[in-house]
């Protein structure tokens, strides 16, 4: 076969394949779980989507894939090879490495990836081994309250994502007989907050099924390699991207083969600082490629595309202006090609038809990052331009070598808001100061945890400070309005939402103390708090306060003032503060410290 028939040859499918050994008596079970009828009969993964793959790639400029099985085999090598001499040592890789039973072992890898997602994995190894040790299996986690998972999950943001894998463990022990889906159509279709990447880690890791996965550092490298600048975030580089992965997953090594792209893509391939040298896929990467052959100009591009390009062809340049059929003798440079040739219009049909037709089906001129008379020597596709290129608006930056690739497609900025909150303290309560938090609804932002009172407010409005003291008395009884101090402000962003809160101090001294509050409220003890399931913005609330207390330094100074808003809480329950005073039994002071 020619070289060139097999750069042209379909890759190889991935065939399912099981790594890791299995339980026998896990197999059953497995059956047991597949043959529900509450599968939904779609195959993200199945024949129809291999077919699909062969469509897509077959309607993209072949440069940006992986046409050479020979290619696909080096990269599986040099990827795994690197990945066990490098790989980190972290708490998840040795928990499912060591753990035989399947459910268990996909309980600890799930963990794992929701917490990583958008998350760093230094932050995120010790909320995974305290939670592993809390709940270390998925009957431990079905059987939490979701306080209890929001109270672990305090800090880690992206609060929804706690309550889904509870949501989820709850599933897999009251509907799924406590076993896990074993593949990824199965825990995308069965468990909720399982998407396709969550289901592809643990089907690929926990269970061994030859599929895929696309993380933004898998997207980062991909597009290096392959050179892709179009937005990674359209349908169709999206759709490429796991095709690729799919083409590339080793199928005797899927698990180590996806942490392993996406290890590469965390330490080596990095968003700005990528280290090409240490790079075990650099000879593969055509944005590597590109920019190594730039500094020797356009012409330096194109020798080295027609060295591989007449090994594939079987073309032979005579050196006088003509090629013919037979085995190379020596590499042409482009420049004895362009210089044999009278001009470029001549050029394609005349000296080399065999050569431009390869070259078409090779790449298109901006793919290999050509332009002028030298791009004009590659045929414009039929199809017109390359859909997998960055758009001719956005050219090369010389400046910024690989991180060219991925195109970074402009993000929205967050939404503004604001809101009003206030540490309402007692200084005198028994056990020591304990301040007020009331509870978030159980949908939304920051769903069921717990926070100062607050309401939503509007910049430069006047009337925030009423809003913010009818909502406090709204849980707490009459209090003393003059002592309701602002103190300053916090700005914190989270996802989709730059919230800045405009915070309000009331300590309660010399009145009645309570450690009793209606439903929905709480008092306390500053030590709690800091345990408690509170979000980070609270905390940085907490420390303006804590730093405008006597003896300690200043808090920042507020900014333009906010008007409230209209945010009325129903206060079931609501009492006067004096009301609560009475004396503390051991339960009141228990439900109030959790
Ligand atoms: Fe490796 Fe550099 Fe290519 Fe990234 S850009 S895949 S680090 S050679």
Redesign the pocket.
């Known amino acids: 076969m020619s070289i060139w028939r097999a750069i042209m040859k379909k890759p190889r499918t991935a065939v399912r394949s099981c790594q890791r050994k299995r339980a026998p008596c896990q197999e059953g079970r497995e059956k047991r779980v597949l043959s529900g009828r509450q599968v939904k009969p779609s195959t993200p993964n199945g024949l129809a989507g291999r077919q699909e793959e062969v469509l897509l790639q077959a309607s993209l400029s072949p440069y940006h894939l992986f046409r050479d099985p020979a290619d696909v085999r080096v990269f599986r090598e040099n990827l795994l090879s690197w990945y066990d001499r490098e790989k980190r040592d972290l708490p998840w890789r040795r928990r499912a490495e060591g753990e035989v039973d399947l459910d268990r072992r996909a309980y600890a890898v799930w963990v794992s990836e929701v917490m990583l997602q958008q998350t760093q994995v230094a932050t995120v190894i010790n909320y995974y081994t305290r939670w592993m040790q809390k709940w270390p299996t998925l009957q431990d986690l079905a059987s939490a309250s979701l306080e209890e998972v929001n109270q672990l999950w305090a800090g880690l943001g992206y609060y929804s994502r706690g309550r889904r894998l509870q949501e989820g463990a709850r599933k897999v022990v009251e509907e799924l007989g406590g076993h896990m889906p074993r593949t990824a159509e199965t825990l995308q279709q069965l468990l909720p907050g399982v998407g396709r990447y969550t289901a592809g880690a643990i089907a690929s890791i926990a269970f061994g099924q030859a599929t895929g996965v696309v993380d933004g550092n898998v997207v980062r490298?991909l597009c290096?390699?392959r050179a892709i600048g179009a937005d990674p975030r359209s349908a169709l580089v999206s759709q490429l991207l796991w095709s690729l992965a799919q083409q590339l997953v080793d199928p005797a090594r899927p698990g180590d083969w996806n942490q392993a792209a996406m290890e590469?893509g965390a330490t080596?391939?990095t968003p700005q600082h990528?280290?090409?040298s240490q790079?075990p896929?650099?000879s593969l990467?055509w944005?590597?490629q590109r920019v190594s052959r730039l500094r020797k100009g356009q012409a330096g591009v194109l020798d080295g595309d027609l060295w591989r390009l007449t090994s594939a062809s079987r073309l032979r340049w005579s050196g006088n202006g003509s090629w013919a059929r037979g085995p190379r003798r020596a590499a042409p440079t482009w420049r004895s090609v362009v210089s044999a040739s009278p001009s470029p219009a001549a050029r394609r049909p005349a000296l080399y038809p065999t050569l431009s037709k390869t070259l078409q089906s090779w790449a298109t001129a901006c793919c290999l990052g050509l332009s002028g008379a030298a791009g004009s020597l590659f045929p414009a596709p039929r199809a017109g331009p390359c859909r997998l290129c960055a758009p001719p608006t956005e050219p090369w930056d010389p400046t910024r070598g690989?991180t060219n690739f991925p195109r970074k497609a402009g993000r929205r900025p967050p939404r503004e808001e604001c809101s009003a909150t206030c540490v309402l303290e007692q200084p005198g309560a028994l056990g020591g100061p304990r301040v007020l938090l009331v509870q978030r609804p159980s949908s939304g932002l920051l769903a069921g945890l717990w926070q100062f009172p607050a309401v939503t407010a509007e910049p430069s409005g006047p009337r925030e400070r009423e809003a913010l003291l009818r909502e406090l008395q709204s849980w707490a009884g009459p209090l003393p309005a003059p002592r309701l101090r602002h103190l300053g402000q916090v700005v914190h962003t989270f996802s989709h939402i730059k919230l800045t809160y405009q915070v309000y101090g009331l300590a309660l001294e010399g009145q009645t103390p309570v450690t009793v509050a209606p439903p929905g409220a709480r008092w306390l003890t500053r030590e709690e708090f800091h345990t408690a399931a509170v979000s980070t913005a609270m905390k940085k609330v907490f420390r303006v306060y804590e730093g405008q207390q006597p003896g300690t330094r200043k808090g920042p100074k507020r900014c333009p003032v906010s008007t409230p808003s209209s945010r009325k809480k129903p206060s079931p329950g609501q009492q006067l503060l004096d009301s609560f005073f009475r004396p503390p039994d051991a339960s009141s002071l228990n439900s109030t410290a959790q």
Do not use: D, E, F, T
């Open positions: 490298v290096r390699v590469l080596v391939c990528p280290r090409c790079c896929v650099q990467c944005a590597q690989v």
